[in-house]
């Protein structure tokens, strides 16, 4: 039997908490007890799936570590586990120190860059395999962090996929467009901003959501007012049921920084609202004009001209949409994710070795 606890931190919980719960529930369904760590306030929800256990613990910080790394073996070793997965960079060093402390061995989930050079500082002791979000973070694995290909596993990220497109289905409404990057400066949402403008001086009206939260907020609230822009973008507080907010949306947008495989693009595909991007991300779902609209260059003027053209050819914007709602029920299914996930945590499992990884 697969006996898995789940590290997750902050950041995983923020980019891929819909797919983490669906994970939770794929894994029980698949007879895998599942249990799950969190210093995250936000991860307390995964504690009522069913048979899920939880623990929210107090920060690994000095000088109270020790203490509170010996309250997380305590909750564990009652009934240990025989694998731990941790799911993104931030959690990796717990990971690695359970599984020391444990003597078993470890999954990471890659879902970023900074994941890909986290996994290269990893101790290989206890590294049992590495599972990567995405074809292009899976090249990243191989040429980066030179993880050995029978080692290396894809598992797409599955979401719920809606019964409906509703990109551009109010043909009186004025467009919006919703973006749910957080609001900081290396997200570059001053990029979206300045596209607002140039389209509001082609004579085109497009409204735009930031759904987010970050230090950047009051910088990019004073760029609004500058370029006159208070009537067309509002800044609302995230909300955990996203997928309503997209259904009311014709475009969904990520800035040119927002570098991760994440829920959101995946549900806003899966919601018939087509996805407006930039080229160059660790995503494989987003294929330019096919399943998205993309950018060549992380420019103002390269998105405003992609705003453009989906406001004049809202034809062609329900076309992506609709292949991208087929693409997404063709390859990013819960239970796909959930099974392939299970056969890496049974190869660990049952075949304890180590990964050949480092120069």
């Known amino acids: 039997m697969v006996d898995v606890v789940l590290v997750v931190d902050d950041s995983a919980l ?22 799950v760590l969190t210093s995250s306030e936000a991860g307390r929800p995964l504690g009522q799936l069913g048979p899920v256990e939880l623990l929210v613990h107090q920060e690994l910080n000095w ?14 070793t009652p009934r240990p586990p025989n694998v731990i997965y941790g799911i993104s960079a931030g959690s990796y060093g717990l990971t690695n120190d359970l599984a020391d402390c444990l003597d078993i061995d470890y999954v990471v ?40 290909e029978s080692l290396l596993t894809r598992v797409r990220p599955g979401v ?3 019964s409906e497109n ?11 467009a919703l973006c749910t990057t957080p609001l900081r400066s290396d997200c570059e949402i001053e990029v979206l901003i300045e596209a607002l403008s140039i389209v509001r001086d082609r004579g085109l009206m497009l409204l735009l959501f930031l759904i987010g939260e970050g230090p950047y907020e009051s910088g990019l609230r004073k760029l609004v007012v500058e370029r006159k822009l208070t009537d067309v973008v ?6 955990a049921d996203a997928t309503k907010i997209m259904r009311a949306a014709d475009m969904f947008v990520l800035a040119p920084g927002d570098d991760h495989v994440a829920a959101r693009p995946l549900q806003a595909m899966a919601s018939g609202t087509v996805v ?15 399943t998205a609209e993309t950018c060549e260059k992380p420019t103002a003027e390269a998105l405003a001209s992609a705003f453009e053209a989906l406001l004049k050819d809202r034809q062609r914007a329900r076309e992506i949409a609709d292949r991208a709602r ?8 819960m239970s796909g994710m959930a099974e392939t996930t299970m056969d890496v945590l049974k190869r660990v499992v049952n075949k304890h070795r180590n990964i050949p990884i480092g120069r």
Do not use: W
């Open 63 to 76: 000088p109270f570590r020790k203490n509170r790394f010996k309250r997380i073996v305590d909750f564990l």
């Open 234 to 239: 509002t800044f609302a507080r995230p909300t």
């Open 166 to 176: 509703t990109c551009f289905d109010g043909a009186l409404e004025t467009p919006t």
């Open 276 to 290: 407006v991007c930039f080229a160059d991300g660790v995503d494989d779902f987003l294929l330019p004009g096919d």
């Open 326 to 333: 087929a693409y997404v029920k063709a390859h990013h299914t």
């Open 14 to 35: 923020t980019q891929l908490r819909p797919v983490i719960r669906h994970l939770c529930v794929g894994l029980v369904d698949l007879s895998a007890r599942v249990r």
């Open 109 to 148: 989930q890659v879902t970023s860059r900074t994941d890909v050079v986290e996994v290269e500082r990893l101790g290989r002791d206890r590294l049992g395999h590495v599972i990567a979000a995405s074809e292009p973070l899976m090249s990243m694995c191989r040429s980066q962090a030179m993880v050995s």
């Open 160 to 162: 719920l996929r809606g």
